[in-house]
């Protein structure tokens, strides 16, 4: 039974460590952290084991004895080290690491990542309801991230591919016995619609305003409708209930993703995604899949991204609409570009304009998907090849493929961007993608024109994915070419206008 707690009783592994080795010494960092926060033995133990049912760890069932061996140096097995981290996180407001309790990370196997959940609709409801209410509680604090870690390689793309398995029965909310199998359902078919068209709202401000603006309200929204979850509904509701419950998720990981608290984004995404396999919905599965799949771009780890982008289109190659596909594809072209792979990534970008030549409006699309418009598509296929040309050392030739790709996406973010519910964001990454491509093209003085544009819009929005690009690319055109005039002028405009001691983002 590997990685689980190695202690015995009777049989049934109980909380656990490494075993008693002669040379331990009492954990002072630990019980530093302990004797601060007020707990006895008895009550940490029960916080942590009422946290394992949680995660779904049943195997693990700590009480006093254990504790004081922790103490006393014993060094506990996953997940206790990250159970740990999390309690006393939220009992002080801010973060204590694995290492600041003077326990060693361990290597984390696909069952203790955090990622590899129990597929089932009552946990999926506990789960989602515990996560959000931390990060309400801890955000109130100001506690900008969580304990967790992030999932890569095998450990994240393995529990995933158990998305494809199918439900054992029709979404039904959670029975935790007699008393609350009778509690009544209090949810009016008006009242259901208003969530839903609550989720479509939440979009439009992200896409206005940046993930930093309304995430607190998003993940406040989630809550409430997984107390929503808990109460008797009919299947139909119920499918419906989970399909917002997923929508909300992946805005709340997507926010989070954009304001950098990368870990919590990967939390609200693997747990969208099992809101989205509740619901029966596997086009959204799929979109949910695209994001991770992104997210992992961003991290350096294209072959995983890769994976989740073939696990999306293979889970809904027979409901997604051409839409959908044409975005996956699209995605598909940016793994393959940051894995060096040019031949699969010109296919990729053919078969991503090709099935969105497809769309119409008589496909019924839901609003999770319509933002893929003809200016993300260029958007998605200009990143590819401006990529692209990265991997392949600076190359002028895909940098001058990229180029009109880049040009139309940012003619038609900035058409867009006039309008009250523009995607301001969104134009905003486009020009200084645009930047980028130019200096590739070693045009300093046309990147820091079009960089210059972007620096109005990344002070409006709340967006620390778009702070950071402008910054990193115009510190690449200072590195290339810090003698141009038009280089030094816009360095200093962002200096004086988005300091690097700027206030965090509100999240």
Same mark, same amino acid.
């Given at each position: ?276 396999? $509740? ?6 599965? #799929? *979109?949910? &899949? ?7 771009? !961003? %991290?350096? +780890? ?115 961007? $006039? ?6 964001? #969104? *134009?905003? &990454? ?7 491509? !130019? %200096?590739? +093209? ?66």
């Amino acid at each position: 039974m590997a990685n689980q707690e190695n202690s015995w009783n009777g049989g049934v592994p109980v909380g656990g460590g490494n075993g008693g080795s002669a040379d331990k010494r009492p954990n002072a960092s630990l019980g530093s952290w302990f004797a601060r926060s007020g707990w006895s033995k008895g009550e940490l133990a029960r916080q942590v084991n009422r946290r394992a049912r949680q995660l779904g760890a049943h195997h693990v069932s700590t009480d006093t004895s254990r504790v004081r061996r922790w103490l006393d140096g014993e060094q506990p097995r996953e997940p206790i080290p990250r159970i740990l981290s999390e309690l006393f996180s939220e009992r002080f407001g801010c973060v204590v690491g694995i290492e600041d309790l003077g326990l060693r990370p361990a290597h984390q196997s696909p069952s203790d990542s955090g990622v590899d959940l129990p597929w089932a609709g009552p946990q999926t409801v506990s789960l989602l309801s515990e996560f959000s209410r931390s990060d309400l509680m801890l955000a109130r604090r100001g506690f900008l991230g969580t304990s967790l870690s992030l999932a890569a390689g095998p450990a994240l793309v393995e529990p995933m591919q158990r998305w494809l398995a199918p439900a054992p029965a029709p979404a039904v909310p959670p029975q935790a016995g007699p008393d609350r199998a009778r509690r009544p359902a209090r949810l009016s078919q008006p009242e259901l619609e208003l969530l839903e068209a609550t989720a479509v709202m939440f979009r439009q401000w992200d896409a206005q305003c940046g993930g930093g603006l309304r995430r607190k309200a998003v993940v406040g929204q989630l809550h409430e409708v997984t107390d929503l979850l808990q109460e008797n509904h009919g299947p139909n509701i119920a499918r419906r209930l989970f399909t917002v419950a997923a929508e909300l998720a992946e805005l709340a990981g997507w926010m989070s993703y954009d304001v950098g608290m990368q870990p919590t984004a990967q939390k609200y995404f693997v747990l969208a995604l099992h809101a989205a396999r $509740e619901a029966g919905n596997r086009p959204l599965g #799929s *979109y949910i &899949l695209s994001n991770m799949s992104r997210q992992m771009i !961003h %991290l350096g +780890r294209p072959d995983d991204a890769l994976e989740l982008i073939h696990l999306a289109q293979y889970g809904s190659r027979e409901s997604a609409t051409a839409r959908t596909q044409a975005m996956l594809y699209a995605m598909e072209a940016r793994a393959y570009a940051n894995m060096g792979q040019p031949s699969k990534c010109h296919r990729a970008v053919r078969m991503a304009e090709e099935t969105f030549g497809e769309c119409s409006d008589a496909d019924n699309d839901p609003d999770w998907i319509r933002f893929f418009s003809e200016a993300e598509l260029n958007a998605e296929n200009a990143h590819s090849f401006r990529d692209l040309a990265y991997v392949a050392g600076r190359s002028p030739t895909y940098a001058g493929l990229a180029t009109p790709f880049m040009q139309r996406a940012v003619d038609l973010f900035g058409a867009e961007a $006039e309008k009250e519910d523009g995607h301001h964001r #969104s *134009y905003a &990454l486009n020009l200084i993608g645009m930047a980028t491509v !130019h %200096l590739l +093209r070693r045009e300093p003085e046309a990147a820091a024109d079009v960089a210059g544009k972007a620096l109005p819009l990344a002070r409006r929005i709340r967006s620390e994915r778009v702070n950071n690009r402008l910054r990193k690319t115009v510190s690449t055109a200072v590195r290339d070419y810090g003698d141009v005039r038009a280089v030094i002028d816009l360095s200093e405009d962002l200096a004086q206008q988005m300091p690097d001691s700027a206030e965090p983002l509100a999240v």
